[in-house]
């Protein structure tokens, strides 16, 4: 009775048609007449476990009692849920032009078009050769000193915050800076969020919201004919939207309209310090001109906003949450902070010294990693490698079936790590291994020695903080500075502590080490977010004067 089956002979499985591919593999995995070609254990998904908005912790639970791979059903959708370092490599690296991004490219195109994160394969070849060369080494050295000088709006308003003992939400605050960063650093526009609020500032977060709603949302009701018009959600997004494409085709213009034609080489080597607009949406101009096309610029400067900001924003949240329940932690990396940086703002020297905090940052994005789940759709029948001991040899896979890849998974597994729900930053200076994961190597300190952070290829794809393979993320050692001299900045100036607020049954109780609880728990879009906000109490650290020069001659802020 379903539309898209053609009849066949008495007894033979169904044919399908070619536009009802994407819902083939579905079909044989639920309607279970037929034999299912994967062999794969099934969990069903329980509505709670999108409706709590922690769908993540939910696929750990069926990991738990199914490994790797299981399929996830809910209702007509299935998914294959991956959680093995072994199956992600060949997900993600060996057979990456196997996959696309699929429900996520469906899911991201109205905001994002074909920038780089949801583009189909073929334009991604093209664009992701003209955008790597923008984070070159100068280029990034030149933006650890913008990191510095977009925190100088923040150190203000905390040390406003100390000095009136007034309780502050310091997850805002980080997607203030992280916003102001990206603005700056991407296309030269100061949002200025940390101090203002503005139309152009409340539609990115109207942008990055729907992106959220959409990806948690089973049915696109935004595709259905006249729905933008009629469903006033989608008219408030549709107009947030225009707002930024306005600002951003402004800039694209204005970049055009002012381009110097230099060579990559010359690009490259010249001096930061005498640029006026050193984004990268001016190397994208100067090193290709007129020749692209604005729709693509747009694009792909809209992607970047989106996933270079509210990630960061989330390793900065969850980074200072954990090193306020661990203070001897918290101890070991201001130590560190204050030998290594003191008052100055942080050079990328510094950053590359500052090894603890570094190895902070890295647990902090094995524990909360943004996102949690990464996407993908098979374009061609595939056959993945066994998963870790006792689960299925060789599951077939089809052609249009839907993946999950649960990053959050494999980070807390302890197949992979040792007490993977510890706070234990120092475990990426220690070798790990498990015989009985077959194919997979372990982890090896040895492997990121000189790097800035443990790479994916040090853990064998058990450590994805930045995903792996060719789609890899482009920002990685940009996020990871900004990281740096961010928590850096901030801690060398403050103490930290939760408020006092008692009560086993509030939302998302956690025990921290004073016994108290505090309204924190995770909550899910794209990033993994806090339930209700990192509300914190602020106070001025004793003996530090919260002065911040510029070694330029430029800034200066006397706390
Ligand atoms: C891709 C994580 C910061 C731009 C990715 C992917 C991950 C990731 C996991 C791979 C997605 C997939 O395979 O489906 C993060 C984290 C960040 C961060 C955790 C911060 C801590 C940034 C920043 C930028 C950026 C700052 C830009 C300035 C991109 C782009 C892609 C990407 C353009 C797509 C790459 C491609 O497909 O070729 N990111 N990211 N990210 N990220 Fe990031």
Same mark, same amino acid.
């Given at each position: 009775s379903l539309p898209f089956l053609q009849p066949t002979p008495q007894g033979s499985p169904p044919q399908f048609s070619d536009s009802a591919l994407i819902f083939k593999s579905n079909i044989e995995q639920i309607y279970g007449d037929y034999p299912s070609y994967d062999l794969c254990p099934m969990a069903e998904g329980a509505l709670d476990d999108i409706a709590s908005g922690t769908m993540f912790i939910g696929l750990q639970r069926y990991f738990d009692d199914n490994g790797s791979p299981y399929k996830l059903c809910f209702g007509p959708k299935s998914f294959l849920v991956i959680s093995d370092p072994v199956q992600a490599k060949h997900i993600l690296k060996e057979n990456n032009d196997k996959y696309d991004k699929g429900l996520l490219a469906e899911i991201l195109e109205p905001i994002m078009g074909k920038g780089l994160i949801p583009a189909d394969p073929e334009t991604w070849k093209v664009r992701r050769k003209q955008i790597?060369?923008?984070?070159?080494k100068a280029w990034l050295n030149h933006m650890v000193g913008l990191f510095g000088y977009c925190n100088v709006p923040l150190i203000k308003s905390l040390s406003a915050a100390a000095e009136s003992n007034t309780e502050i939400d310091m997850e805002e605050k980080f997607c203030s800076v992280a916003l102001d960063i990206i603005g700056k650093s991407v296309f030269?526009?100061?949002? %200025?969020?940390v101090t203002t609020e503005s139309p152009v500032i409340k539609a990115v977060y109207s942008a990055l919201l729907e992106a959220e709603h959409r990806s948690m949302t089973p049915a696109p009701y935004w595709d259905i004919p006249l729905a933008n018009q009629v469903v006033p959600r989608l008219r408030k997004f549709n107009s947030d939207l225009k707002i930024l494409d306005d600002v951003l085709t402004d800039l694209i213009n204005l970049a055009k309209g002012s381009r110097q034609v230099e060579d990559i080489a010359e690009l490259e080597a010249r001096n930061y310090a005498e640029v006026k607009d050193p984004s990268l949406l001016r190397f994208l101009v100067d090193m290709? %001109?007129?020749?692209?096309d604005n729709k693509q610029l747009r694009d792909d400067l809209m992607t970047m906003l989106i996933a270079g900001h509210e990630t960061t924003a989330a390793v900065l949240t969850w980074g200072l949450f954990e090193l306020t329940r661990n203070p001897e932690m918290m101890a070991k990396v201001t130590a560190e902070i204050d030998e290594v940086v003191g008052d100055r703002m942080p050079t990328m020297e510094d950053c590359m010294k500052m090894k603890f905090l570094r190895l902070v940052i890295a647990e902090i994005l094995r524990m909360y990693p943004e996102p949690p789940l990464l996407i993908r759709r098979c374009r061609t029948d595939d056959v993945l490698p066994r998963g870790r001991e006792g689960n299925v040899e060789g599951a077939r896979v089809k052609r249009g079936m839907d993946f999950f890849l649960s990053v959050y998974n494999i980070h807390r597994s302890p197949d992979f790590w040792e007490e993977p729900d510890k706070f234990d930053p120092e475990r990426f200076t220690r070798p790990f291994q498990n015989p009985k994961v077959e194919g997979w190597a372990g982890f090896d300190p040895k492997k990121w020695e000189g790097r800035l952070y443990p790479t994916e290829t040090a853990a064998d794809f058990a450590y994805l903080p930045f995903g792996g393979?060719?789609?890899?993320?482009?920002g990685d050692e940009f996020a990871y500075l900004e990281s740096c001299v961010t928590l850096a900045m901030v801690l060398r100036r403050f103490e930290f502590d939760f408020p006092e607020r008692l009560g086993k049954g509030e939302v998302g109780y956690d025990e921290h080490p004073k016994n108290l609880s505090h309204p924190v728990g995770m909550r899910t879009g794209a990033t993994i977010h806090t339930r209700q906000g990192l509300k914190m109490n602020v106070r001025k650290r004793a003996g530090v004067e919260g002065v911040v020069v510029d070694q330029g001659g430029g800034i200066e802020v006397k706390g």
């Open positions: 790597v060369p923008g984070f070159h030269n526009y100061d949002f %200025g969020s290709r %001109g007129a020749d692209i393979g060719s789609r890899k993320c482009v």
